[in-house]
C-alpha cells in the first residue's frame, strides 16, 4: 500500500511563493507517476502537474505555466511542488497522488485524476490579494 503526505501549505499574499512536499512511501516513487492536483470549493478536482516515473518527463496545466515547478528527491522519497507568483484563483486544497498502475503513461503522460489510484489526504493552500 503506497502512503503520501503531503506538507507546505499555508495562507500566502498574492505574488508570494509556498512549496509543497510529498512524501511518499517505499520506493514508489521509482516506479510510479506521480501528480500534483487540486481542488477548489465548488469546484472539480483538476490535475495541476504531473511527473513520469518512465522518463521524469513532466507537464502541466495551462494556467501554472511559468510559474510553478514539479521535482523530486529520490533519496528523500519525496516530491515536490514549488509555486511562485501564486493567485488568489490557486486557493485549494491540493493533493499528492501515485499512479501505481501506469495508465497516467498509456499512450504519453497524462494528468487526468482518474488515472491515480493512492492518493494523500491534501495540504491548504490559500492566497489572498
Known amino acids: 500500500q503506497v502512503q503520501l503526505v503531503e506538507s507546505g501549505g499555508g495562507l500566502v499574499q498574492r505574488g508570494g511563493s509556498l512549496r509543497l512536499s510529498c512524501s511518499v512511501s517505499?520506493?514508489?516513487?521509482?516506479?510510479?507517476?506521480i501528480g500534483w492536483f487540486r481542488q477548489a470549493p465548488g469546484k472539480e478536482r483538476e490535475g495541476v502537474s504531473c511527473?513520469?516515473?518512465?522518463?521524469?518527463?513532466?507537464i502541466y496545466t495551462d494556467s501554472v505555466k511559468g510559474r510553478f515547478a514539479i521535482s523530486k528527491d529520490s533519496a528523500q522519497n519525496t516530491v515536490y511542488l514549488q509555486m511562485n507568483n501564486l493567485e488568489p484563483e490557486d486557493t485549494a486544497v491540493y493533493y499528492c497522488?501515485?499512479?501505481?498502475?501506469?495508465?497516467?503513461?498509456?499512450?504519453?503522460?497524462?494528468?487526468?485524476?482518474?488515472?491515480?489510484?493512492?492518493w494523500g489526504k491534501g495540504t491548504q493552500v490559500t492566497v489572498s490579494s
Open positions: 511527473l513520469s516515473s518512465r522518463d521524469n518527463s513532466t
Open positions: 517505499d520506493s514508489a516513487l521509482k516506479y510510479y507517476t
Open positions: 497522488a501515485a499512479d501505481s498502475q501506469g495508465w497516467a503513461l498509456l499512450p504519453k503522460l497524462s494528468c487526468r485524476d482518474s488515472l491515480f489510484d493512492y
